[in-house]
């Protein structure tokens, strides 16, 4: 396996690489309006992410897009958070890439460090990263054969004998369906995994979202402390 999950952890390493999605910066605040109280979630993540950084000798960070929540505006908080995550977190790291998420509209204007990279698709030698919410160029799956992806908040939802729901985000690796991939009917794509939300505030869904949605068989479900559900 050319990738380590970090156990107990809601990210993995790939070669020089730490690797995370979906931290929905600004969800705080829609809890907030909601009646919860809750800290700003700035200061935590970064504190999580150096934790991490040490952990792994990781040298290099990708976020697997939606670094910020609202859509399609910009929220005050985002407004400020944003470019301070950035800030703190391009003096940790060599290089930073956002693969850019279906939240993540004008977040361009709220980086300013010159190590970190906004872009729709990264390719590591065969190993590829995107957000996972829209197809990625046509260029990008002749040469992926490992699909490393976020957007769908992956969940696994297990009742006890009292009928009590728990809830467990997870890793969720599987096949591809070529024959729904009428698109990239000559993809090399061999696997794909779908990594859990850095945000402990969500929930996570049992289905899956984004077009590698119905084509994505053979499924594993690892729970974080690396348990194999299936």
């Known amino acids: 396996m050319e990738y380590v999950l970090l156990q107990d952890e809601r990210a993995l390493l790939f070669r020089e690489f730490l690797v995370i999605g979906d931290l929905h910066l600004g969800y705080a605040k829609t809890l907030e309006e909601r009646g919860y109280s809750i ?47 950035f800030y703190e977190l391009s003096k940790e790291f ?15 204007a709220m980086v300013h460090e010159k190590n970190v990279k906004i872009l729709k698709e990264f390719l590591v030698g065969h190993v590829g990263f995107i957000h996972g919410h829209a197809w990625p160029s046509e260029e990008f799956m002749s040469k992926c054969k490992i699909l490393v992806m976020g957007h769908s908040h992956p969940n696994f939802k297990l009742e006890d004998k009292l009928g009590v729901r728990h809830n467990f985000p997870c890793w969720v690796i599987g096949k591809l369906n070529k024959k729904k991939m009428t698109k990239f009917k ?3 794509i061999e696997e794909a995994l779908i990594v859990p939300t850095f945000n402990r505030l969500f929930m996570g869904y049992e289905h899956f979202a984004g077009p590698f949605s119905k084509a994505l068989k053979k499924r594993d479900i690892f729970l974080l402390d690396l348990t194999k559900i299936k």
């Open 94 to 108: 060599e290089e930073i890439i956002v693969t850019k998420g279906n939240h993540d509209g004008r977040i361009e």
């Open 186 to 188: 000559d993809t090399t």
């Open 39 to 85: 800290p700003n979630q700035v200061n935590e993540f970064v504190k999580r992410i150096k934790e991490l950084k040490t952990k792994t000798n990781a040298k290099k960070l990708i976020i697997l897009g939606d670094v910020k929540h609202m859509v399609p505006k910009i929220s005050y908080d985002e407004k400020y958070d944003i470019p301070n995550f």
